[in-house]
C-alpha cells in the first residue's frame, strides 16, 4: 500500500476514510485545522488508529501545503477540506471563497509542480447544479420527485453555481478538471449529493440527517424549511469511501472525469419521511418549526450513479433504513461525545 493525505481529516467523510485505509494498511497523513465542531473528537479517534500521522494546518497556507507535498510524496490526496454550507457562504463570501476555491488550488498547484503522478480526489457538490428551475418537478405520495428523470441527474446536466457556496466548490470542480486536461495530473471530481453515518456532529445548515438524528435525542429545536416534502439521495459514507479507493485503483480510467454519486434512485428521503423514521426508533413524537425555503435549496436532487458504476464498477450497497439505524445507534452510544462536541 501507499502513501495518502487526507485534508480536512479530522472532519466526518474525512475520519471515516482515514479509518477505512488505515485498516487497509496504507500511512495515512491528515490536514486539519480543527475548527469545525467534532473535529477534536475526530482527531484524538484518529490519532489512535495505526499508521496516522497528524498534522494541524491550513490549507491556505501555501507554503505549508507545497512543503507537505514536496516532502512526503503521496500516492493520492483526499481533498475534503471546506468550508461546507451555503448559508455561511451568504455570511461571508470572502472567506468562502478563500477556502474552498484558493485552497483547492493551492492543492493543485503543488500538485502540478512537486507530485505530478500523485492522484487527486476532489470533495464536490450537487450544488454545482444550481436550483436546476427548468427541471420539472411534481408532488406525488407526499414527496417531490423529477418528472421525467427517472435516473436522476447525469453528470451532462448543466452546470448553474448558485450562491457563494455554489461558485467557489464548482470553481474548484473545474479547475480539478481542466488540470488532468491540461497538465495530465490524475485529478477526479466527485460530486457529492447527502453523506451520512457515524461521526458525524451535524448542525443545523449542515448535515440535516446527523442533526435530526442528533436535535431528537437532545431536546434541541428543530427547523424544517419549506415544506419537508424535498428529497435527497442518500449515501452511507462507508459507500463514499469504498468509491474514493475505487477512483484511486482506477485512477488511469477516472482521471479528468466528475462523478455524481450519492444513494441513486433506490436510496431517496424527504425531510419529513427522515423525521417519521426518527419518531419510531424512539418511539416519541417530534416537534419542529416550519420555516421558509432556504436560498438554493433544491427540491429534489437524485444522483443519476451509471456513470461511475461504469468507469469504476460501484454501487451503493447499505440501504437508506440500515444505514439509518446504523446512525442512530451511534448516535445513541455517542451522545455525551456528540454534546461535548456541540458546546
Given amino acids: 500500500m501507499g502513501k495518502i493525505l487526507i485534508t ?45 500521522i497528524f498534522k494541524k494546518g491550513d490549507i491556505r497556507d501555501v507554503n505549508l501545503v507545497n512543503q507537505l507535498i514536496k516532502q512526503e510524496g503521496f500516492n493520492a490526496i483526499l481533498h475534503l477540506a471546506g468550508q461546507v454550507a451555503v448559508t455561511t457562504s451568504l455570511v461571508d463570501p470572502e472567506e468562502d471563497f478563500e477556502i474552498n476555491a484558493r485552497g483547492t488550488f493551492n492543492i493543485l498547484e503543488a500538485i502540478r ?19 436546476m428551475e427548468n427541471t420539472s418537478v411534481i408532488e406525488r405520495n407526499g414527496r417531490y ?13 448543466p452546470l448553474s453555481f448558485y450562491s457563494p457556496y455554489g461558485c467557489s466548490k464548482g470553481a474548484g470542480d473545474q479547475y480539478v478538471i481542466d ?26 445548515d449542515q448535515g440535516w440527517i446527523a442533526w435530526f438524528t442528533i436535535a431528537s435525542m437532545l431536546g434541541k429545536s428543530i427547523t424544517v424549511y419549506g415544506d419537508g416534502k424535498q428529497i435527497r439521495d442518500v449515501l452511507h459514507v462507508s459507500d463514499l469511501v469504498r468509491a474514493y479507493d475505487l477512483a484511486i485503483q482506477y485512477s488511469d480510467k477516472a482521471s479528468g472525469h466528475a462523478f455524481n454519486i450519492g444513494g441513486g434512485k433506490s436510496n431517496t428521503l424527504s425531510l419529513n419521511e427522515l423525521v417519521k423514521k426518527i419518531e419510531k426508533e424512539s418511539g416519541e413524537k417530534i416537534e419542529y418549526i ?20 461504469k468507469f469504476l464498477g460501484w454501487n451503493a450497497v447499505v440501504g437508506v433504513n440500515d444505514g439509518l439505524g446504523e446512525l442512530y445507534s451511534w448516535t445513541t452510544e455517542h451522545l455525551d461525545e456528540i454534546r461535548k462536541a456541540l458546546r
Fill in 179 to 204: 488540470y488532468a486536461r491540461i497538465y495530465g495530473l490524475r485529478t477526479i471530481s466527485f460530486r457529492q449529493s447527502c453523506i451520512y453515518g457515524p461521526r458525524q456532529f451535524g448542525v443545523e
Fill in 8 to 52: 480536512g481529516g479530522a472532519g466526518f467523510i474525512g475520519s471515516n476514510a482515514a479509518c477505512y485505509f488505515s485498516e487497509k494498511g496504507w500511512q495515512v497523513v491528515v490536514l486539519d485545522n480543527l475548527s469545525r465542531k467534532g473535529a477534536n473528537i475526530n482527531c484524538e479517534f484518529i490519532q489512535g488508529l495505526p499508521n496516522v
Fill in 113 to 131: 509542480k512537486h507530485s505530478p503522478n500523485t492522484v487527486l480526489i476532489y470533495s464536490s457538490t450537487n450544488k454545482v447544479y444550481g436550483k
Fill in 145 to 157: 420527485e423529477y418528472e421525467n428523470l427517472q435516473n436522476g441527474i447525469s453528470e451532462e446536466y
Fill in 290 to 309: 416550519q420555516s421558509d425555503w432556504r436560498p438554493g435549496d433544491q427540491k429534489v436532487f437524485v444522483c443519476d450513479t451509471s456513470k461511475i458504476n
